[in-house]
């Protein structure tokens, strides 16, 4: 079973500065199965990057991903008020999804 | 448009049994995959089981593995979840999403509590 570890647990930044959230999988992972997550209170999770760095629709470019084998990152190039969140990075296999344990990214 | 919505949670005891409906539109349901994902108050996400679209296959985490029960009737585009003998710590926000994870449905809450 792949573990996946996020880092930081809390982010505290300001609106317009650059978040860095990484995840890191206890072994080797597919960039191809590799996905990031956002979600508010109250609200189902959100799909934002998939296989690694494509955006999902409707995704604005502010967010990218990147990495490959055991570390991934997700990057928020200016962070909006809307960006405030928690995020998590998702493993996908043919048969089952993994989680990390999610990073908040909270306002400073 | 996509939508998933589900029903059936609530507040049932220790040893008791819910099933949790998703029902899609906006796609073709019978062509994807579906996935049930648990969320525990205040804590992460945590997949719980998976079912190939023609019900070939079905998957399960190792803690509800014998007391959970993932299937779906495409004729009425609708997933289901039978959840037995619950325990305290299933309490959580059920969600529903559709493989690939880009549509997710709002969520229902099972409480497990005496």
């Known amino acids: 079973e792949i573990l996946l570890t996020q880092s930081p647990g809390t982010l505290s930044l300001s609106p317009g500065e650059r978040a860095t959230l990484s995840c890191r999988a206890s072994?080797?992972?597919?960039?191809?199965?590799l996905a990031w997550y956002q979600q508010k209170p109250g609200q189902a999770p959100r799909l934002l990057i998939y296989?690694?760095?494509s955006r999902a629709t409707g995704i604005p470019d502010r967010f990218s991903g990147s990495g490959s084998g055991t570390d991934f990152t997700l990057t928020i190039s200016r962070l909006e008020p809307e960006d405030f969140a928690v995020y998590y990075c998702?493993?996908?296999?043919?048969?089952?999804?993994?989680f990390g344990q999610g990073t908040k990214v909270e306002i400073k | 448009q996509v939508q998933l919505v589900e029903s059936g949670g609530g507040v049932v005891q220790p040893g008791g049994s819910l099933r949790l409906s998703c029902v899609a539109s906006?796609?073709?349901?019978?062509?994807?995959?579906m996935h049930w994902v648990r969320q525990a108050p205040g804590k992460g996400l945590e997949w719980v089981a998976f079912?190939?679209?023609?019900?070939?296959?079905?998957y399960y985490v190792d803690s509800v593995k014998g007391r959970f029960s993932i299937s779906r009737d495409n004729s009425k585009n609708t997933l289901y979840l039978q959840m037995n003998s619950l325990r305290a710590e299933d309490t959580a926000v059920y969600y529903c999403?559709?493989?690939?994870?880009?549509?997710w449905g709002q969520g229902t809450l099972v409480t497990v509590s005496s």
């Open positions: 999403a559709k493989d690939g994870g880009d549509f």
């Open positions: 906006g796609f073709t349901f019978s062509t994807y995959g």
């Open positions: 079912i190939r679209n023609d019900e070939s296959n079905k």
């Open positions: 072994q080797s992972v597919s960039s191809r199965y």
């Open positions: 296989a690694a760095s």
């Open positions: 998702q493993q996908y296999g043919s048969s089952s999804w993994t």
